[in-house]
C-alpha cells in the first residue's frame, strides 16, 4: 500500500475511506506495542460502562488515551488529573472520524517506571535464552512426600501454607529453609537457599518460593537474573508463589509452577485427601457394581446351560461351580473391604505423624526463643550496672584506656542508680 502516496494528477484519487483505512493499518502496525511519560488530563470515567477516557500531555502536545473497564482491576493507584504516569498500550484509529488515542494496556506512577523498564528488559532477554520455554520446565509430582519451602521463618506465610496443608494432605513432610524476602542481601539469601535445598541429603519432590503481596519495590527480589537463573537451574521442579494474584514476577516466568498465592500453592501441589477418600469409595463401589454384574451375568449362563438338554446330566458339576462361584464373589467383598481399611487407616496415622512433628516444632522454635531471650537479658549494660560495675565517660564518650586520661580531665562516672562527676588527681 505504500504507493498510495505516489499518486500523480494522471492516477486515480483516494477517497477519504481507502486514505483512513491506510493510516488505521499504518498506524496499528507499526505501534503495536509502546511506552508513553506524560500528564493525566480530562479524565473521567464512563457510566455503566466503567471505561475510563483521558488525555496524556506533555508541555507541548497530548494525546488521547482510552482504558476498558476490565483493566482498572490492576491499578495500584487512583488516575487524576495532573498525575505523571507510565502508560503501555497500542495505537489505534478510529476510522469514521479519523482520530487516533492510545489503547492502554498498563498504567504505573512514573516513580517506578524505570524499575518496569528494567523488568521488561530482563524479561525479553531471559525469554530470548529460552528460560521461560515450556519443554524446559519439570512436572510436579502428583504426591509429594518431601516438600522445601524457601520463605522468611517469621510472618503470616508460612503458618498459611501449613494451615492449608493441614487441611488438605498431612501425609508428607515440610522442611523450611528461612530466607530474606526483600531488601539487603536478600537476593544471596534466596540463591542461597535454592542451592541448599537442591543439595540436602533429604530428596525433595518440589520447592516453593513462597512471598506474601507488596509493592513493585518490595517484590523486586524475585525479579533479580541471579534468582532467576537459580531457579531455572534447580534439579528440583520449583513452584514460584510470590505476591498476590495481579503479581507477577521473573521467578514467576522461569519457575515450573506459577501460584497467585502461597496458600494457593499447598492447594496446587497437594492432593486433597478428601477427594481421595471420595474417589476411593467410589471405586469401591464401582467395582462392586462391576463385579455383581459379572457375577449375575455368569449366573445367567450358567442357568441356561444348566437347563439345555445337553447338560442336564453333569447337573451336579454346574451346581459345584455356582457354589465356588459364590465363594469367589464372598471373597473379593472381602478384600476389597480390607484393602480400604487399610488405606484408610494408613492415611489417619500419617496425619496424627504429621500433626506431632509440626506441635514438636513450633515448640522447639518457642522454647529456643525464650532461651535466647533470657540470655540477651542476662548479658544486657543494666544487668551488668547491677552486680556492681560502672563506667566512665569523658565529653560523652565512654573512656577503655587510662592512658586516654590526664589531670583535671573532667569525667563522668555511670553507676546503676545515677551519675557521678567527678576530676582526674
Known amino acids: 500500500m505504500d504507493s498510495l502516496f505516489q499518486n500523480t494528477e494522471d492516477e486515480h484519487p483516494l477517497t477519504v475511506s481507502e486514505l483512513s483505512a491506510f493510516i488505521k493499518q499504518t498506524l496499528e502496525t507499526q505501534l503495536r506495542d509502546i511506552y508513553v511519560i506524560g500528564e493525566i488530563s480530562g479524565y473521567k470515567r464512563a457510566q455503566p460502562s466503567g471505561h475510563s477516557y483521558f488525555t496524556i500531555k506533555d508541555d507541548k502536545s497530548q494525546i488521547s488515551c482510552n482504558l476498558w473497564s476490565f483493566r482498572h482491576t490492576h491499578l495500584r493507584f487512583p488516575l487524576k488529573d495532573g498525575k505523571k504516569v507510565l502508560i503501555r498500550g497500542r495505537i489505534t484509529v478510529y476510522e469514521p472520524r479519523g482520530t487516533y488515542a492510545i489503547e492502554v494496556n498498563t498504567i504505573t506512577e512514573i516513580g517506578i517506571g524505570e524499575l518496569q523498564a528494567a523488568f521488561e528488559k530482563l524479561k525479553e532477554k531471559l525469554k530470548s535464552e529460552g528460560l521461560f520455554d515450556e519443554e524446559n520446565k519439570k512436572s510436579i509430582p502428583e504426591f509429594p512426600e518431601n516438600v522445601a519451602i524457601i520463605t522468611s521463618e517469621t510472618g503470616a506465610v508460612i503458618e498459611d501454607f501449613i494451615k492449608v496443608s493441614r487441611k488438605r494432605y498431612p501425609h508428607f513432610s515440610l522442611y523450611l529453609f528461612p530466607s530474606l524476602v526483600q531488601g539487603k542481601g536478600s537476593i544471596e539469601s534466596v540463591c542461597r537457599a535454592i542451592r541448599a535445598a537442591n543439595g540436602y541429603k533429604v530428596k525433595f519432590d518440589v520447592i516453593v518460593i513462597a512471598r506474601g503481596g507488596g509493592s513493585i519495590e518490595d517484590l523486586w527480589t524475585f525479579n533479580e537474573e541471579a534468582v532467576a537463573r537459580a531457579v531455572y537451574e534447580s534439579e528440583i521442579p520449583v513452584v514460584s508463589a510470590v505476591g498476590h494474584e495481579v503479581d507477577y514476577t521473573i521467578c514467576d516466568f522461569v519457575s515450573d ?72 464373589s464372598d471373597d473379593f467383598r472381602r478384600m476389597l473391604t480390607d484393602k480400604i481399611t487399610y488405606y484408610t487407616n494408613d492415611i489417619k496415622e500419617k496425619q496424627r505423624t504429621l500433626v506431632n512433628l509440626s506441635e514438636n516444632r513450633i515448640t522447639y522454635i518457642k522454647n529456643d526463643l525464650n532461651y535466647k531471650e533470657k540470655f540477651l537479658k542476662s548479658v544486657s549494660p543494666d544487668n551488668t550496672l547491677k552486680r556492681g560495675f560502672s563506667y566512665v565517660k569523658k565529653n560523652g564518650k565512654i573512656v577503655s584506656k587510662k592512658s586516654i586520661l590526664k589531670k583535671d580531665d573532667k569525667i563522668c562516672v555511670k553507676f546503676y542508680d545515677g551519675d557521678v562527676n567527678a576530676v582526674v588527681d
Request: charged letters at 30%.
Open 257 to 328: 509452577l506459577r501460584a497467585p498465592t502461597p496458600s494457593a500453592a499447598a492447594e496446587m501441589i497437594l492432593p486433597d485427601r478428601r477427594e481421595l477418600i471420595e474417589i476411593l469409595n467410589g471405586n469401591e463401589s464401582g467395582l462392586e457394581s462391576v463385579v455383581t454384574d459379572r457375577i449375575e451375568y455368569l449366573k445367567d449362563q450358567l442357568h441356561r446351560i444348566q437347563n439345555n438338554y445337553s447338560f442336564n446330566r453333569p447337573k451336579d458339576i454346574l451346581n459345584d461351580m455356582k457354589i465356588k462361584l459364590d465363594d469367589i
